[in-house]
T-cell receptor
Framework: RKEVEQDPGPFNVPEGATVAFNCTYS??????FFWYRQDCRKEPKLLMS???SGNEDGRFTAQLNRASQYISLLIRDSKLSDSATYLC????????????FGAGTRLAVHP | NAGVTQTPKFQVLKTGQSMTLQCAQD?????MYWYRQDPGMGLRLIYY???????DKGEVPNGYNVSRLNKREFSLRLESAAPSQTSVYFC?????????????FGEGSWLTVV
């Protein structure tokens, strides 16, 4: 079983739609959580951190449920430019903090 | 701002050939990393260097060697390439231990081993 699991998609949505991505993680030592965005044939880039109380950045809302080991990302009013792969990333504490990447969920926003 | 620069961007190798992927960062970061990304899988850590002069194995180190040449540069070497090493390789750096909001990636190197 993968340590970080995501629905691979693709999610095909029209402009203006609301779309939600889910992510589950299995390591209880996970201490920090992030969503990254990766455009086709590009490097991953940080979209937002995920805080226990939930947080919002413009059209993007991230939620964390530690009890269920579940993270979500909600995108409202989707834009064509939101088309990308969204990576769920978990940081596990230890002698050396380790980042564990999900395989990503692909989003395609169409006109 | 250059950030993390890695070369080459594309490379085709024959099985058994060797090559070195180069990476340099200009952000004065202490830690550097090499990841590989394969279809259907998340990025996996190959090797990392927490500081100049130190290197450690990550999740998938077999078939690779690394050198932290100085604070700026961290190279990844494939001594005898195998088709299973066909992948996209990302170099990354961070000021301290990898934290998901302070790690920066290079643009990637696409490697095909035939």
């Amino acid at each position: 079983r993968k340590e970080v699991e995501q629905d691979p998609g693709p999610f095909n949505v029209p402009e203006g739609a609301t779309v939600a991505f889910n992510c589950t993680y299995s390591n209880s030592a996970s201490q920090s959580f992030f969503w990254y965005r990766q455009d086709c044939r590009k490097e991953p880039k940080l979209l937002m951190s995920v805080y226990s109380s939930g947080n919002e950045d413009g059209r993007f809302t991230a939620q964390l449920n530690r009890a269920s080991q579940y993270i979500s990302l909600l995108i409202r009013d989707s834009k064509l430019s939101d088309s990308a792969t969204y990576l769920c990333v978990v940081e596990v504490s230890g002698g050396y903090n380790k980042l564990i990447f999900g395989a990503g969920t692909r989003l395609a926003v169409h006109p | 701002n250059a950030g993390v620069t890695q070369t080459p961007k594309f490379q085709v190798l024959k099985t058994g050939q060797s090559m070195t992927l180069q990476c340099a960062q200009d952000m004065n970061h202490n830690s550097m990393y090499w990841y590989r990304q394969d279809p259907g899988m998340g990025l996996r850590l190959i090797y990392y260097s927490a500081s100049e002069g130190t290197t450690d194995k990550g999740e998938v180190p077999n078939g690779y060697n690394v050198s932290r040449l100085n604070k700026r540069e961290f190279s990844l070497r494939l001594e005898s390439a195998a088709p299973s090493q066909t992948s996209v390789y990302f170099c990354a750096s961070s000021y301290g231990q990898s934290s998901g909001n302070t790690i920066y990636f290079g643009e990637g190197s696409w490697l095909t081993v035939v």
